[in-house]
């Protein structure tokens, strides 16, 4: 994605994300649901990199790239047990 920063995922934890889904469209946020469902697949089988697109409450995009994901209901586990809100995540890129 254009204009997102990248980021290591060791530096998820110095970000704040904030407490509202970036997302306000359902339809947004069960293809968001979907798309993160087929990268936890994906990505525990082939280990193939995963992008996670990602805004801050200040409108900063960021993008960070992972081999392993796990999903749970609102929250994403990177390889190396970092943590996402899945209400930060915008897009998710296989």
């Known amino acids: 994605m254009r204009n997102a920063r990248m980021i290591n995922p060791s ?4 970000f704040y994300f904030g407490s509202q889904d970036v997302l306000t469209n359902n339809d947004e946020k069960e293809e968001r649901k979907h798309k993160l469902e087929r990268a936890m697949i994906l990505s525990n089988v082939e280990h193939i990199p995963i992008s996670l ?5 200040n409108g900063e995009t960021l993008e960070t790239e992972s081999d392993v994901i796990d999903y749970a209901d609102d929250v994403v586990v990177l390889k190396g ?10 897009d998710v890129d296989i």
């Open 53 to 57: 697109y990602m805004r801050l409450p």
């Open 81 to 90: 047990g970092y943590y996402i809100p899945v209400w930060a995540i915008f």
């Open 11 to 14: 530096d998820i934890r110095m």
